[in-house]
């Protein structure tokens, strides 16, 4: 029999698997598992924060609340992604509410236990440091499409570039965004308006060659589905 593969899903950063492994690795014996529920909360915004977390199966979401009261999507994070270290560093209070969208499972690292490893051995900050710059230049992708690129390339550059976290029992590498019209807005800076339509558009014609498939409408939540 061939080996039962996950169930499709998608992220919109996830940490290189070179930088993964290594500091697996690295840190291996200090982390605590952890599983989490769908539809439960890791942690809340404004929490204090002394631990950070390797997520290493699911999908979790990052959101804030505005000071206009809306909430704002930051990141879907996917297997590999290692979040909620700056803050739990610092010893600071959380900047962002991070819920499970599907099962997790992660380990969580206390931020004291990973400071006195990283004294003893060096490897460990140092490759900290790449996983942080690898957070800097996803930002900075991002940035730069908010910026300079119109309305639906700014939406094809972000199903273009779509980590498939997981594959799929067909291998076609299918998989539904677990995000509304109205989150992916928020996350591109556009409105929902625009995303639909633009979503709508693309369906209806031959999609970009990059993006290997339709992208296809949700039904009454207005999901977006790629693939």
């Known amino acids: 029999m061939g080996e039962q593969r996950r169930p499709a899903a998608r992220a919109t950063w996830a940490m290189p698997e070179a930088l993964r492994a290594e500091w697996t690795a690295l840190t291996a014996g200090l982390g605590e598992p952890r599983r989490l529920r769908a539809g439960e909360a890791l942690f809340r915004r404004d929490e204090p924060s002394d631990g950070f977390f390797l997520l290493e199966e699911g999908l979790a979401k990052a959101s804030a609340v505005t000071t206009a009261g809306t909430e704002r999507l930051v990141e879907i994070m996917g297997p590999g992604c290692l979040f909620g270290e700056g803050t739990a560093l610092e010893c600071s209070r959380r900047l962002v509410t991070v819920e499970a969208v599907s099962p997790l499972r992660l380990q969580r690292y206390q931020a004291a236990a990973v400071t006195t490893a990283m004294q003893a051995d060096a490897r460990i900050g140092l490759c900290l440091i790449r996983i942080l710059a690898a957070k800097q230049r996803s930002l900075a992708h991002r940035l730069i499409e908010v910026a300079a690129l ?34 992916i807005a928020n996350y591109l800076g556009l409105s929902r308006i625009t995303v639909t339509r633009t979503l709508a558009a693309l369906a209806r014609g031959t999609p970009p060659a990059r993006l290997g498939a339709a992208v296809r409408v949700g039904p009454a939540r207005r999901r977006a589905r790629c693939g």
């Not at 972000?158 to 019209?181: E, I, K, N, S, V």
């Open 150 to 183: 119109p309305p639906r390339e700014r939406l094809l550059d972000l199903l273009g570039r779509l980590p498939d976290t997981f594959g799929t029992g067909t291998g076609t590498g299918t998989g539904r965004l677990p995000l509304t019209h109205e989150e």
